[in-house]
């Protein structure tokens, strides 16, 4: 299994992104989902490909979150329908296809009110992690904050693909479902 080897390599490092987030006291915030559950140690592919990045974590005091693999995740849910495949198996699925997903927001935001601000505070931070990473392509989901982050840092020499977050897609635009494995899983 792909994560448990990623984790046993990574375990004690932490991964300059990881500090980085940790670091920032620019919010109010409820926690930090990227560092509580190492996603840049375990889940962090040799060679991004591809960087997703959705919205941010889902505000207010949750646990779900797309690498928090202890818990039922909404999005995660939607991709493993959109990817015909099981919650369990979506995180293996990008790691094998060298996509890395992200937040533009990093922390857990207390309410939506917050949003603008965190996203605000968050773009050096996103502008830091698409350097480290260097992906190949990037896909942003979702319009309210990942469109935004990804239009402000004005990317250059690397193919943007915007496409409206998978849960406003289940939700208002069931007929994009199908073409979400395509979007994601395509080089």
């Known amino acids: ?35 509580i559950y190492r996603i840049y140690e375990k889940f962090l592919p040799r060679e991004v490909k591809t960087l997703v990045i959705s919205e941010s974590p889902p505000p207010g005091p949750k646990k779900s979150y797309i690498y928090n693999l202890n818990y039922t995740d909404r999005l995660r849910r939607v991709l493993a329908k959109a990817f015909n495949t099981t919650q369990n198996k979506v995180i293996n699925l990008l790691l ?15 309410t939506f009110k917050h949003l603008e601000v965190m ?42 693909v915007k496409e409206y977050h998978p849960l406003h897609i289940v939700r208002f635009r069931r007929e994009k479902l199908p073409l979400l494995k395509k979007i994601i899983l395509d080089p």
């Not at 480290?132 to 840092?153: C, E, F, T």
Request: hydrophobic share 40%.
């Open 1 to 35: 299994m792909i994560i448990s080897r990623m984790v046993r390599n990574n375990l004690y490092k932490k991964h300059p992104l990881h500090e980085i987030i940790e670091s920032c006291n620019k919010c109010i915030f409820i926690n930090k989902p990227p560092c």
């Open 96 to 110: 094998e296809n060298n996509i890395f997903w992200t937040t533009a927001i990093k922390c857990r935001p207390p």
């Open 119 to 160: 996203r605000r505070n968050c773009l050096e931070i996103l502008r830091i992690e698409i350097n480290i990473l260097k992906p190949r392509k990037i896909i942003a989901l979702g319009k309210r904050v990942a469109w935004k982050s990804v239009d402000q840092l004005n990317i250059k020499g690397v193919k943007v």
